[in-house]
């Protein structure tokens, strides 16, 4: 127990000096002591004051919250599903959030009508896609019940999903096809403080169900039967922790792009440090964990020396596959945990 | 003495198909009951629909005169805990944090365990003799100590009714001796109903208080080790399966 708590503490000073260094890091380099002063609103250089506060301040608490909110995704989904391989990227929750983006970026502009901002209706389709393609797991679940039948149901979803995209993205104009595109390829920059709370908001949600979740989601380590003979409601659960993972999944997807490899990879990572799957732990280091990686790899694709931003998701993967190989392949048992 | 578990026309099954019907059955304080039967006769469901997981498909189940339908899943878990056939793949959780989900029904929404709840797992830990596997993993044990681990956690969730599926299952003589002999210390000093199914015939009726016999077609019958013999209720459960018992000796023999 102190051994996590001091896992805890240490992830906690891990992300704050993370989105230090992510204020710092850039294009233009800043100092510390400017960045903290632009911060409290002392700094006299007004450049400064607005690369610190518009421009990298969204990005980082961007990067920490997608990051905290895939990670406790990934954790409930592999728990939930008794399946080391869930998360929102494998059973296709991602490519159900892309194809409702697909839909309102790449449909000609004139089928909308224009009282609803084209962001928040991809916002909307977004978290639609993820929660669709979520029922329909569960659905799945009730018939087959059997994690391997699952992930192949989840991988046939994701490439229906990529099908249907990319027979929209040949009928679709050259200006919105870029900027899907370059959606999908994931970025927690372009992110301004007046429409953080639209992600902010519905992700710290999630987050704090997340750990209303720990309790049952303790209970479901022995299974389903035990859960239920320990008081446990296990369908009620199922449930809430599947409108959870669709709002955390769907919200971060739709604003961040389908980030790969988080939400599967920091669960089992977080694991391997702290060497328990007791959700009491494995919840908030998973999440400050996540968030600790999220803002990494964020500075790894704004990194000064090269002119354009490297893609997130190329980053996220050069990283995250790697890390999980040596977690599966280092030969130590207890990281090749097979249920959450 | 009064019944702690009192069925009154239980009817069992799945979805419509009834398994078992007409079941009268009652398990006093301080009774320690074996549940006889061949395969396939419903010993699991009943096991199941007695501990308020599986739904009756008529008539009901009361625990210390409460209806278990009636009670909330967590009032259930109170009155009623189960161990399950099979070992649960549990990963890298250690047998100390297992045996404590046990004390779930009676802690708050974070499950976080009080120095009570903690002096209860200590204690029934150091009685089943598991306090040494506290740091292991479940996949990690024999089958004899996943037995006694998984005892242990119904131990430790205090509830006056313990079912157990075929607890001696897969264990060798000298485990399955020790599962039953603890479970009828537990029955005795704590006053606790304790049903659980079983093929060990002979350690049934030199260890348990009382025999239910689950027979095809007819309602199970209930009675006494010696009542069992005697009144060849149970060889009539077994018949045409090559079982002899002898009445004399109270013992049975296989025919070659």
Same mark, same amino acid.
């Given at each position: 127990?102190?051994?996590?708590?001091?896992?805890?503490?240490?992830?906690?000073?891990?992300?704050?000096?993370?989105?230090?260094?992510?204020?710092?890091?850039?294009?233009?380099?800043?100092?510390?002591?400017?960045?903290?002063?632009?911060?409290?609103?002392?700094?006299?250089?007004?450049?400064?004051?607005?690369?610190?506060?518009?421009?990298?301040?969204?990005?980082?608490?961007?990067?920490?919250?997608?990051?905290?909110?895939?990670?406790?995704?990934?954790?409930?989904?592999?728990?939930?599903?008794?399946?080391?391989?869930?998360?929102?990227?494998?059973?296709?929750?991602?490519?159900?959030?892309?194809?409702?983006?697909?839909?309102?970026?790449?449909?000609?502009?004139?089928?909308?009508?224009?009282?609803?901002?084209?962001?928040?209706?991809?916002?909307?389709?977004?978290?639609?896609?993820?929660?669709?393609?979520?029922?329909?797991?569960?659905?799945?679940?009730?018939?087959?019940?059997?994690?391997?039948?699952?992930?192949?149901?989840?991988?046939?979803?994701?490439?229906?999903?990529?099908?249907?995209?990319?027979?929209?993205?040949?009928?679709?104009?050259?200006?919105?096809?870029?900027?899907?595109?370059?959606?999908?390829?994931?970025?927690?920059?372009?992110?301004?403080?007046?429409?953080?709370?639209?992600?902010?908001?519905?992700?710290?949600?999630?987050?704090?169900?997340?750990?209303?979740?720990?309790?049952?989601?303790?209970?479901?380590?022995?299974?389903?039967?035990?859960?239920?003979?320990?008081?446990?409601?296990?369908?009620?659960?199922?449930?809430?922790?599947?409108?959870?993972?669709?709002?955390?999944?769907?919200?971060?997807?739709?604003?961040?792009?389908?980030?790969?490899?988080?939400?599967?990879?920091?669960?089992?990572?977080?694991?391997?440090?702290?060497?328990?799957?007791?959700?009491?732990?494995?919840?908030?280091?998973?999440?400050?964990?996540?968030?600790?990686?999220?803002?990494?790899?964020?500075?790894?694709?704004?990194?000064?020396?090269?002119?354009?931003?490297?893609?997130?998701?190329?980053?996220?993967?050069?990283?995250?596959?790697?890390?999980?190989?040596?977690?599966?392949?280092?030969?130590?048992?207890?990281?090749?945990?097979?249920?959450? | 003495?009064?019944?702690?578990?009192?069925?009154?026309?239980?009817?069992?099954?799945?979805?419509?198909?009834?398994?078992?019907?007409?079941?009268?059955?009652?398990?006093?304080?301080?009774?320690?009951?074996?549940?006889?039967?061949?395969?396939?006769?419903?010993?699991? !469901?009943? %096991? &199941? *629909?007695? =501990?308020?997981?599986?739904?009756?498909?008529?008539?009901?189940?009361? $625990?210390?005169? @409460?209806?278990?339908?009636?009670?909330?899943?967590?009032?259930?878990?109170?009155?009623?805990?189960?161990?399950?056939?099979?070992?649960?793949?549990?990963?890298?959780?250690?047998?100390?944090?297992?045996?404590?989900?046990?004390?779930?029904?009676?802690?708050?929404?974070?499950?976080?365990?009080?120095?009570?709840?903690?002096?209860?797992?200590?204690?029934?830990?150091?009685?089943?003799?598991? !306090?040494? %596997? &506290? *740091?292991? =993993?479940?996949?990690?044990?024999?089958?004899?100590?996943?037995?006694? $681990?998984?005892? @242990?956690?119904?131990?430790?969730?205090?509830?006056?009714?313990?079912?157990?599926?075929?607890?001696?299952?897969?264990?060798?003589?000298?485990?399955?001796?020790?599962?039953?002999?603890?479970?009828?210390?537990?029955?005795?000093?704590?006053?606790?109903?304790?049903?659980?199914?079983?093929?060990?015939?002979?350690?049934?009726?030199?260890?348990?208080?009382?025999?239910?016999?689950?027979?095809?077609?007819?309602?199970?019958?209930?009675?006494?080790?010696?009542?069992?013999?005697?009144?060849?209720?149970?060889?009539?459960?077994?018949?045409?399966?090559?079982?002899?018992?002898?009445?004399?000796?109270?013992?049975?023999?296989?025919?070659?």
């Amino acid at each position: 127990m102190r051994r996590s708590l001091g896992w805890i503490v240490a992830l906690g000073a891990m992300s704050v000096a993370c989105a230090l260094l992510g204020l710092a890091i850039g294009p233009v380099p800043i100092p510390f002591a400017e960045v903290w002063r632009a911060l409290i609103g002392t700094s006299t250089d007004a450049d400064v004051t607005t690369i610190v506060r518009q421009v990298r301040l969204p990005e980082v608490l961007t990067a920490g919250v997608a990051g905290a909110g895939l990670a406790a995704s990934g954790l409930v989904m592999q728990t939930i599903f008794r399946n080391p391989l869930a998360g929102p990227s494998v059973l296709g929750i991602s490519s159900g959030a892309s194809l409702g983006v697909a839909l309102v970026l790449l449909l000609p502009p004139t089928l909308f009508v224009a009282p609803i901002p084209r962001e928040a209706l991809s916002i909307v389709a977004a978290l639609a896609g993820a929660l669709g393609v979520l029922v329909l797991i569960v659905l799945a679940d009730r018939r087959v019940g059997d994690g391997i039948t699952l992930l192949i149901i989840g991988l046939m979803v994701g490439y229906l999903c990529s099908a249907v995209i990319s027979v929209l993205q040949t009928a679709s104009l050259a200006q919105s096809l870029k900027g899907y595109v370059l959606w999908g390829m994931g970025s927690f920059a372009g992110m301004d403080l007046p429409r953080l709370p639209w992600l902010v908001v519905p992700v710290i949600a999630g987050l704090v169900v997340a750990h209303v979740l720990i309790k049952p989601l303790d209970a479901l380590l022995l299974g389903e039967t035990y859960a239920q003979s320990l008081g446990v409601h296990v369908l009620r659960t199922r449930r809430l922790a599947i409108w959870t993972t669709g709002v955390l999944a769907g919200t971060i997807t739709a604003f961040c792009g389908p980030v790969s490899f988080l939400g599967l990879a920091t669960p089992h990572i977080a694991r391997a440090l702290v060497r328990t799957n007791a959700h009491g732990v494995l919840m908030p280091v998973s999440m400050l964990l996540g968030a600790v990686l999220a803002i990494g790899c964020d500075l790894v694709v704004r990194a000064p020396g090269y002119a354009a931003a490297l893609p997130l998701n190329a980053v996220t993967s050069l990283l995250g596959a790697p890390v999980v190989l040596w977690v599966l392949l280092s030969g130590r048992r207890w990281a090749r945990s097979s249920t959450a | 003495m009064s019944a702690m578990l009192h069925t009154e026309d239980l009817t069992i099954g799945h979805g419509h198909q009834a398994v078992c019907a007409g079941i009268d059955l009652q398990v006093r304080t301080g009774e320690l009951v074996a549940l006889l039967g061949v395969n396939g006769i419903g010993k699991s !469901t009943l %096991l &199941r *629909t007695l =501990a308020g997981l599986h739904a009756p498909l008529a008539g009901r189940v009361t $625990v210390q005169g @409460a209806d278990l339908a009636t009670r909330s899943a967590r009032d259930r878990a109170r009155l009623v805990s189960i161990v399950l056939t099979g070992r649960p793949d549990t990963g890298l959780l250690t047998v100390d944090a297992l045996v404590a989900l046990g004390r779930q029904p009676w802690t708050g929404p974070w499950g976080r365990l009080s120095a009570a709840d903690r002096a209860v797992v200590d204690a029934v830990m150091e009685r089943t003799g598991t !306090t040494a %596997l &506290r *740091t292991r =993993a479940l996949r990690d044990l024999s089958d004899g100590e996943c037995q006694q $681990v998984m005892v @242990a956690r119904a131990l430790v969730q205090a509830t006056p009714v313990v079912l157990l599926d075929e607890p001696t299952a897969h264990l060798d003589l000298p485990n399955r001796v020790r599962i039953v002999r603890l479970l009828r210390t537990v029955v005795r000093e704590d006053a606790k109903a304790v049903l659980f199914s079983t093929h060990d015939v002979q350690l049934a009726l030199d260890l348990c208080d009382r025999i239910v016999l689950m027979r095809r077609l007819e309602r199970p019958w209930s009675g006494t080790p010696d009542e069992a013999i005697a009144s060849g209720a149970l060889e009539q459960a077994f018949a045409g399966s090559g079982i002899r018992f002898d009445r004399a000796s109270g013992t049975h023999r296989f025919l070659p």
